[in-house]
């Protein structure tokens, strides 16, 4: 079986090949925003040892989550957090039977995606 000629056929699809859905863009943002939530847990896991270590150890540590950039990670941790948890809703309803059909299905991956920048801005401005 293996000495069969393949011809310029590629031996498995490939991203080249295939247009992009919106079940497996979703999906791999799944998988980045999972990757980011790990970092941002990590972080307030430094802020919660730095507080347990001294004041001047914790105000370094607060200093640099405070600033710009540790407010963007963290506002980038956040909305990770409810595309994640929204992602985890879409599969409940998968897991339920529901939801499989091809514009419903896109349809859910748009709410996971808009719906995790709503919650995102009104939980900053509830905060």
Do not use: C
């Amino acid at each position: 079986m293996s000495d069969m000629k393949r011809g310029n056929r590629p031996l498995s699809p490939h991203l080249t090949i295939y247009r992009p859905q919106m079940s497996s863009i979703t999906s791999i943002f799944v998988r980045i925003t999972g990757v980011g939530l790990t970092l941002g847990f990590l972080l307030i896991i430094w802020w919660l040892l730095a507080a347990a270590t001294g004041p001047g150890y914790f105000a370094f540590v607060d200093g640099l989550l405070t600033s710009w950039l540790g407010v963007l990670i963290m506002v980038a941790s956040l909305w990770a957090l409810w595309y994640h948890a929204l992602g985890g809703v879409r599969h409940l309803i998968w897991d339920m039977g529901y939801g499989f059909e091809l514009k419903t299905a896109d349809m859910m991956g748009y709410v996971m995606i808009g719906g995790s920048f709503i919650l995102t801005l009104l939980t900053l401005v509830i905060i």
